[in-house]
């Protein structure tokens, strides 16, 4: 089984995808950090984002692993736990360097398919449903309105003891929407078929719950 959760930044598609990948024993493809962790190693090697060599021998050689433990959901990366290299501004403000290429997300579409095709997989970014996998068992559009979602953010960053203002996340908010939406490659859109869940006024355990529903009733159809 193939489920994607698609939608815009903040509206708690990881933290959902990951519940449901636990309750139904599938493995979690975490999308985002496929583009951070070819973001990190361009980085880490000294490179250019724009040697389209180094990037491709970078995704052939990928050893990407999505771990669930008591740390939480980690990033194993050639058999290293990088999952706090990859939350680094320097990651963060450059990752678009790889995502708004079209070659480079050319390039990730084999690599994300062939990661389902053994057992399926739960995964969560903004063109899972209508490009990776347009053919997914279960499609969900996950969202929320720009204040809710920066609500949620900016709670995040103050309880990690982050620097900020709510005025200043939704800002950031409203600015990401935008440039998803209207860029050329893979924008942000609701995918054919999905099921929308407005998630303003609905706690984790409730969204889930509601997409668990839907695999449920897939089950019987």
Same mark, same amino acid.
């Given at each position: 089984m193939i489920?994607?959760?698609?939608?815009?930044?903040g509206a708690?598609?990881s933290?959902?995808?990951?519940?449901?990948a636990?309750?139904?024993?599938?493995?979690?493809?975490?999308s985002?950090?496929l583009?951070r962790?070819?973001?990190?190693?361009?980085l880490?090697e000294?490179?250019?984002f724009?040697?389209?060599?180094?990037?491709?021998?970078?995704?052939?050689?990928?050893?990407?692993?999505f771990?669930?433990?008591?740390?939480?959901?980690?990033?194993?990366l050639?058999?290293?736990?990088v999952?706090?290299?990859?939350?680094?501004?320097?990651?963060?403000?450059?990752?678009?360097?790889?995502a708004s290429?079209p070659e480079?997300?050319?390039?990730?579409i084999?690599?994300?398919?062939a990661?389902?095709r053994?057992?399926?997989?739960v995964?969560?970014?903004?063109?899972m449903g209508?490009v990776?996998f347009p053919?997914?068992d279960?499609?969900v559009y996950?969202?929320?309105?720009?204040?809710?979602?920066?609500?949620?953010?900016? !709670?995040e960053l103050d309880? &990690?003891?982050g620097?900020?203002?709510? $005025? /200043?996340?939704l800002? *950031?908010?409203?600015?990401r929407?935008e440039?998803?939406?209207?860029?050329?490659v893979a924008p !942000?859109?609701?995918p054919? &078929?999905?099921v929308?869940i407005?998630? $303003? /006024?609905?706690?984790? *355990?409730?969204?889930?719950?509601?997409?668990?529903a839907?695999v449920?009733?897939?089950?019987?159809a």
């Amino acid at each position: 089984m193939i489920i994607t959760i698609d939608g815009p930044a903040g509206a708690g598609k990881s933290t959902v995808a990951r519940r449901i990948a636990k309750e139904l024993s599938l493995p979690y493809l975490n999308s985002g950090a496929l583009y951070r962790a070819i973001t990190w190693r361009v980085l880490a090697e000294g490179g250019r984002f724009e040697d389209r060599e180094l990037v491709r021998r970078i995704i052939d050689d990928l050893d990407i692993r999505f771990v669930e433990n008591e740390r939480g959901s980690r990033v194993i990366l050639s058999g290293v736990d990088v999952t706090r290299e990859l939350q680094e501004p320097r990651v963060a403000s450059q990752v678009h360097r790889i995502a708004s290429v079209p070659e480079y997300r050319e390039m990730l579409i084999d690599v994300q398919r062939a990661f389902a095709r053994e057992e399926g997989c739960v995964t969560d970014g903004r063109d899972m449903g209508s490009v990776i996998f347009p053919h997914a068992d279960i499609k969900v559009y996950l969202d929320a309105s720009p204040e809710e979602r920066a609500r949620r953010r900016f !709670l995040e960053l103050d309880a &990690g003891g982050g620097a900020g203002t709510y $005025d /200043g996340v939704l800002a *950031d908010i409203r600015a990401r929407d935008e440039r998803d939406r209207c860029r050329e490659v893979a924008p !942000l859109c609701v995918p054919p &078929g999905a099921v929308v869940i407005e998630s $303003d /006024g609905l706690s984790i *355990d409730e969204v889930v719950a509601r997409i668990l529903a839907l695999v449920s009733k897939s089950e019987k159809a």
